[in-house]
Nanobody
Framework: QVHLVESGGGLVQAGGSLRLSCAAS????????MGWFRQAPGKEREFVAA??????RTSYADSVKGRYTISRDNAKIYLQMNSLKPEDTGVYYC????????????????????WGQGTQVTVSS
């Protein structure tokens, strides 16, 4: 079992930055593909960014490309968010996928095995 806990959310003005962290416990996630998703009020959860467990291959939603950066170390993943916009507001979730493929980047939320409880990000205009 993997337990994920997000942190780093908060209220920021448009154009500002935040860095989210996701800490894993219970089992090492060093060989898990990891991802970030978000859910805005009244909308479905959507993919934000993902990273493989080897070679740090990444993928980003078009809406965040060039502004967000996903990274990882052995026990945490991070999401650096720059040039934030009001439409980036939502609850951000990290997720872990027990993938046997070291270079696989997982963008479909249905393929993830574990989820955190989320951290709120609010961007004011």
């Amino acid at each position: 079992q993997v337990h994920l806990v997000e942190s780093g959310g908060g209220l920021v003005q448009a154009g500002g930055s935040l860095r989210l962290s996701c800490a894993a416990s219970g089992r090492t996630v060093s060989n898990y593909a990891m991802g970030w998703f978000r859910q805005a009020p009244g909308k479905e959860r959507e993919f934000v960014a993902a990273i493989s467990w080897r070679a740090a291959r990444t993928s980003y939603a078009d809406s965040v490309k060039g502004r967000y950066t996903i990274s990882r170390d052995n026990a945490k993943i991070y999401l650096q968010m720059n040039s934030l916009k009001p439409e980036d507001t939502g609850v951000y979730y990290c997720a872990a996928c027990n993938s046997r493929e070291p270079f696989r980047v997982v963008v479909d939320g249905r393929n993830y095995d574990y989820w955190g409880q989320g951290t709120q990000v609010t961007v004011s205009s």
